[in-house]
Every structure is written in C-alpha cells, then in structure tokens.
C-alpha cells in the first residue's frame, strides 16, 4: 500500500489592493513572514476577477475601500470558487455596520487599517491558514468516511442480494418437496403404515418451517433497497393505522395507548414493521387477561449525524428474563422459556433492530421479569444527508 504523502503545495495568496503606499509594506511582511507562500497582487476589480478565475488561493485579502461598496457580493462570488479561499477583508474605516456586513457576508476576518495595521496582518494570515488547514484536513477525513461509507454499503448491498438469491432459489424446491408430501397425505395414506404416515407429517411440518425461515431470511435481505426511499412521516397516523389493521384474538382486553409523537424522517413500510414486531410480541408475550401497551416519546437526543427523537414501546407483559435478554436481537434468537407453540421464528426482533440502524438509530430494551417489557428506538427527526 503506498502510504507516502501527497508534498504540501505552497500557500497561494491574492491581494487586491492599488495603493503603492500600502502594498509595498504589506507584500515585505508577507514574503518576510511565510517566506513559502506565493503572493499574487491585483491592483484593480478587472485584474482580480482575472486572477481568481484561474487562481486556487488559499487566502484572499480585499482592500474593502476598492470594492465600490460591493464587498458582500465580492465575497459571495469568492465562496462558490470549488476552491473557496479564507478571505481577509482590509478597510480604513471602522464603522459598526460596514464591520458586521463584511462578517455577515461570509468572510473569516476584518482588519481595520489603522496606524499599526501592518503588525496584525501577519498574525491575521497565520491563523486564516491554520483554519483553513484544518478545513482541508477534515474536507479529507468527511471524504474519506463517504468513501468508507459507500463501500460498506456496497458490501451490505451484495451480501443482501446473495441471501435473497440464495432463499429465492432455495424457496422454489423445498415448495415442490411440501407439495409432494402434501400429496402423499391426501391421496396415498391407505398405501402406508401408520408409522410412515407419521414420518411424512412431521416431515411435511419441518419442510414448511424451512420455507417460513428461507422466506424471513429473504425478506431479511430485502429490507435494505426500501431504507433508499425515506420521506417525513407522521408517527402517530401511522401507528393509530398500524394498530386499528392488527386481528387480535377478541377474548383479549387489549389497550393500546399512543401518545402525541413527533414527524420523523424514514420510510413508512419500513417503520410500519417495527411497530407491527413490538406491538406483535407485546401482546403475544403478555401474561395478562387486560394487556396494556403504551406507545410514547420518552425524549430528544442531539447525535452528529442529525436530531433524534426517542420513542418508547412498553407492556405490562411478564418481562424477560436477564439470560435471554443478549440474543433477542438476534436472528432466529428466541426466549429460552418461550413455549415452542407461541408462533415466532426468533426474527421480529432482529428485523426491528436492522430497520432502526437503517434509519441510523438505535434500539435498547429494559426489562425486569414480572414488571413488563420497554423497547427503546431512536429515529432521526430530521433529514440525514451525506455529502
Ligand atoms: P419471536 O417472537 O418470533 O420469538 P422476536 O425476535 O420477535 O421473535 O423475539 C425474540 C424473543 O424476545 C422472543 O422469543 C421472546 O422471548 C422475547 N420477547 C420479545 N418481545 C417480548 C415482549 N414484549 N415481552 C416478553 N418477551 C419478549
């Protein structure tokens, strides 16, 4: 791997200033103080824009009085440059609305010319270019993140089209074996012994768990292409929908309760799951003749991706136990006391959790057996941008 450094060019820096008085001095403390910087002079607006057209500054300094009292836009026109120099505005004059337009307009710093102005040019310059290296130090490691960003994305995306392939393709045959038994059941049991009639049963039952777990794996490896299509979604709406479309069994009391929760940023066939799982597991696993089930925002968090909402999903289910509590997330991880007739493949759960991280969050669960379940999701409450 070749590890050797890109040589650091010169710092390139363009002065527009037409007054002999004050270029002669400051172009002796500028070659005095970064004798390894180039300095480019302009001595009007014409022979600057000529400059910067085809410049590459790391620093540009105006003479604010040359600038027509068009300084905002002069600098406006400076940071569209793909190379958007440190700009360094020079003025004589010192008056407080003049000094807050000039910052306003989106340049670094201001000097104002006054007797000893040359002595604050170097130290002005300095540390314009300390910022500005470190700008480029971080422009290289967001660049270099993105990189590493697309190409995990690019492994996950293949290691998702290998498992749906290789359910798909499984899917087909082990169909045509369950159809076979099927047949065998229905049409030729007077053929076989009791012994053999049995076999063929829970041959048939194994055949069909296979094709449930090469299906959930398949639609494993699916969910990553929908995380592509996020858009604003309102919670509430869409868990109320979630919860009137669930069939319970009618001899349940159960009460769902959702409170006011926040728009957050994801995809609604996605995030319709996650609740579908939690709400699903709240009633199955609950213990309780009157299940309750409480939907909240438990609060906000600032991370450096974006604004994240915390939204809570708890029961007054019979909780679950310590032991159990570091595979439920798991993929076919389920509940050692789980009863093995509760439906369940031990998938609910890890699919939530893949569904949260797609939409860069997190999920948490705190449970104490006999004190009830609570899942904690985090969710963007805002548009996540990548450069
Ligand atoms: P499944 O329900 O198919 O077993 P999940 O991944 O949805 O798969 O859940 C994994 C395990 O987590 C379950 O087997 C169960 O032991 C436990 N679990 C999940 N949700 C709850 C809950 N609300 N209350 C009690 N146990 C739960």
């Known amino acids: 791997m070749d590890t050797a450094e890109e040589p ?10 037409d007054h002999p008085g004050l270029l002669a001095p400051a172009t002796t403390c500028i070659s005095t103080n970064f004798p390894n910087a180039e300095l480019v002079t302009a001595q009007n607006l014409d022979e600057y824009r000529s400059k910067i057209a085809d410049g590459d500054f790391d620093i540009v300094i105006l003479d604010c009085d040359l600038t027509a009292g068009d300084q905002a836009r002069l600098v406006q026109e400076l940071k569209i440059r793909d190379y958007e120099p440190a700009v360094l505005v020079v003025s004589d004059s010192v008056d407080p609305f003049l000094v807050a337009e000039i910052s306003n307009s989106g340049s670094q710093r201001y000097l104002a010319r006054n007797g ?16 500005r290296r470190l700008e480029q130090e971080n422009q290289k490691l967001v660049a270099r993140l993105t ?3 697309m190409f995990l994305e690019e492994k996950n995306k293949r290691l998702d089209e290998f498992s749906a392939t290789v359910a798909h393709d499984i899917r087909g045959p082990l169909g ?25 049963k829970r041959s048939h039952d194994s055949i069909r768990r296979l094709i449930d777990i090469v299906q959930a794996m398949y639609n494993y490896a699916k969910l990553g292409a929908k995380a592509a299509r996020m858009n604003e979604i309102k919670l509430v709406t869409l868990i109320e929908e979630v919860a009137s479309d669930m069939n319970f069994d009618q001899r349940l009391d159960i009460r769902i309760g959702i409170d006011d929760l926040p728009t957050v940023w994801g995809n609604a066939d996605l995030l319709r799951r996650v609740f579908i799982n939690l709400i699903t597991n709240a009633v199955k696993y609950n213990d309780k003749s009157d299940v309750i089930v409480n939907i909240g925002l438990e609060g906000y968090e600032q991370k450096t991706l974006a604004r994240f909402c ?29 009863d093995e007739s509760t439906d369940g493949l031990g998938v609910g ?13 997190r999920i948490a669960v705190e449970s104490t057996v006999g004190h009830g379940t609570r899942f904690l999701i985090t969710l963007p409450v805002e548009r996540i941008d990548f450069l």
């Open 310 to 338: 915390k939204i809570f999903v708890e029961d007054n289910g019979p909780g679950i136990p310590e032991s159990d509590l570091k595979h439920i997330f798991s993929v076919f991880g389920r509940g050692q006391g789980v």
């Open 349 to 361: 759960l890890s699919v939530v959790q893949r569904i949260v991280e797609l939409h860069y969050g």
């Open 147 to 149: 990189e590493a960003k």
């Open 116 to 131: 000893d102005w040359i002595a604050h040019l170097a130290p002005a310059i300095r540390q314009l270019l300390r910022v």
């Open 176 to 200: 045509g074996i369950s159809m076979k038994l099927e047949y065998m059941l229905d049409f030729c049991q007077d053929d076989l012994s009791p012994r053999m009639v049995e076999l063929l």
């Open 8 to 17: 650091r060019r010169l710092d390139k820096i363009l002065m527009l200033e």
